[in-house]
């Protein structure tokens, strides 16, 4: 690895160079061979996703001994672990179960057609503008709400998620041998101390400016896939994508569209061009590869993507840019619900239940009995307090569409707020076993617990609420109630692990709070000359 500071204000580049093929694995695209390589996350914002990254750098240089090996499956879970916890302190993940399960099915449909994986994909959705996707440890991928919002189309979407799963399935930034000859312990653990100090709740300056230290205070830090990575990605993305059914040119526009950004400094760059270098030349192989495959599968039109793409821009994007996108999309379709549904959100959204009220049963007067729009009109209601209103169309949704976990989700809501708890309770349940890490379930079903007396439950969920939440020591008085008041013994055996890990996260952060403080009061200077380590 190579670690520099470059000529332009606010960059140090930090260049990993793999080779194509490594010996004792496989090819990239067959299954696994005898030797598992460590994943690390491969982008970096200027904020949270950067500290991220830094942080299980060090995880895997800790993990591994002085004589260099490959780790295994298990240590690669362990590490996929940590960095969860990490990506939930440092990252604002977006909790929408239409959102989510969309990129979600769209993910696995081209993880269908890869050759048997050893870890089991999960994809994630982060509330950040900027125009990034990256992969992590374990198999888990994220895109950023900002790159969502500017696809046009399902195939959109694909193109980008297949080229991340790409790097998965091809283990790129896997090799820890050079990593570790390249940079020392004690410069790395510099960096990641800081990084982990902003991610524990101080601000991002604070946190790089600790971080980089004796280095360079205050610079700014960027990890990127090498050339010959993104090739190989492309490569085999191009693969797959015509496999799941879709067409590459999904791909290149939304590479033309990052290339079209315009900046006018490193901190303006879109993050995508920090982390996947080489945009120009793929764009040119992409085009050419096209060109030379003429059967290629139609383009989807979808009605899932215009949905969820509705829904991000409704509820995820700043209210003037959902407002302009919405009328826009209006004036191009007159015939389209869907703009009349994110209007809706996007009134709901700002407190505008009247409006949205309005707006939502003109959609629904399109396409009554539609159970999206039966949710979104259950969820006008429940947002007004008409909570009769609600728990009538509600029920009518869940009957239509028994898989539909929004509407469970309002409809077990709106039994809470009528004192139906039992029966809210049992509704809530039903979306819990489906999406056991969803937030605002975990909450409503401790509240819901402790209406109904059943305290050793409530503080089960609450706990694992706020342990998802990041907030330590609140999970720790909920998990420790919970013990206290008895629970079955694999519910206890899951409470112990939780409150082990928050116990262990409070002492380190408590730690790097510490360290942060006697940066503070000992700033180091900055070099004179930009630093150049080899």
């Not at 390589?37 to 995880?59: E, K, N, Q, W, Y």
């Not at 991610?199 to 600790?210: I, V």
Request: overall charge positive.
């Amino acid at each position: 690895m190579v670690v520099r500071f470059t000529g332009r204000r606010g960059a140090l580049n930090m260049v990993w160079k793999q080779r194509t093929h490594l010996p004792g694995s496989r090819r990239c695209g067959s299954p696994s061979g005898p030797a598992h390589r460590p994943m690390i996350v491969a982008a970096a914002t200027f904020g949270g996703t950067l500290r991220l990254i830094i942080v299980t750098m060090l995880i895997i240089t800790l993990m591994l001994p002085g004589n260099v090996r490959a780790i295994t499956i298990h240590e690669e879970e362990e590490l996929s672990a940590e960095f969860m916890t990490m990506a939930r302190e440092a990252l604002t993940l977006v909790d929408d179960f239409v959102i989510t399960d969309y990129v979600t099915r769209i993910g696995e449909k081209i993880v269908r057609v890869v050759p048997t994986q050893p870890f089991a994909y999960r994809f994630f959705v982060v509330k950040d503008h900027t125009f990034n996707a990256f992969a992590g440890p374990g198999a888990k991928i994220f895109i950023h709400t900002g790159l969502l919002a500017a696809m046009t189309s399902e195939a959109d979407l694909a193109g980008i998620l297949g080229h991340e799963i790409s790097h998965v399935v091809c283990r790129h930034i896997s090799d820890s041998i050079e990593r570790q000859k390249k940079i020392g312990m004690a410069t790395l653990a510099g960096i990641a101390a800081g990084l982990l100090l902003g991610a524990a709740g101080g601000s991002a300056a604070l946190g790089n400016a600790a971080s980089v230290g004796s280095m360079a205070a205050g610079q700014s830090l960027a990890l990127s896939y090498s050339r010959d990575d993104e090739m190989q990605a492309d490569q085999l993305g191009l693969d797959l994508l015509t496999k799941a059914g879709y067409s590459p040119a999904g791909l290149l526009e939304m590479l033309k569209k990052i290339r079209s950004q315009q900046w006018f400094g490193p901190k303006q760059i879109p993050t995508y061009l920090l982390t996947h270098p080489a945009v120009d030349d793929r764009i040119a192989y992409i085009g050419s590869w096209i060109e030379t495959h003429p059967k290629l599968p139609a383009p989807v039109v979808s009605t899932d993507f215009t949905i969820a793409h509705t829904r991000l821009m409704a509820l995820y994007e700043s209210e003037e840019i959902a407002r302009k996108a919405l009328d826009e999309a209006r004036s191009s379709d007159a015939r389209s619900v869907w703009p009349l549904y994110g209007k809706s959100l996007l009134a709901m959204r700002t407190g505008k239940n009247e409006e949205a009220a309005i707006l939502m049963r003109q959609a629904l007067e399109r396409q009554a009995f539609d159970p999206v729009m039966l949710t979104g009109m259950g969820r006008v209601y429940f947002s007004s307090g008409n909570y009769n209103e609600a728990l009538s169309i509600l029920d009518s949704a869940v009957s239509l569409a028994p898989d539909d976990s929004e509407a469970k989700f309002y409809l077990g809501r709106t039994q809470m707020a009528l004192g139906k708890y039992r029966e809210a309770a049992e509704t809530l349940q039903s979306v819990f076993r489906r999406y056991p890490e969803h937030l605002d379930t975990l909450y409503n079903l401790g509240k819901t617990y402790g209406a109904l007396e059943k305290e050793a439950d409530a503080a089960y969920y609450l706990g694992v609420y706020y342990k998802l939440k990041a907030d330590y020591r609140n999970a720790v008085f909920q998990l420790q109630r919970a013990l206290d008041l008895g629970v079955d013994p694999l519910r206890q055996e899951q409470i112990e692990r939780l409150l082990k890990e928050s116990k262990k996260r409070i002492h380190l952060l408590s730690r790097e709070a510490e360290r942060r403080q006697r940066n503070l009061s000992s700033p180091q200077p900055l070099p004179k000359q930009p630093l150049l380590m080899r």
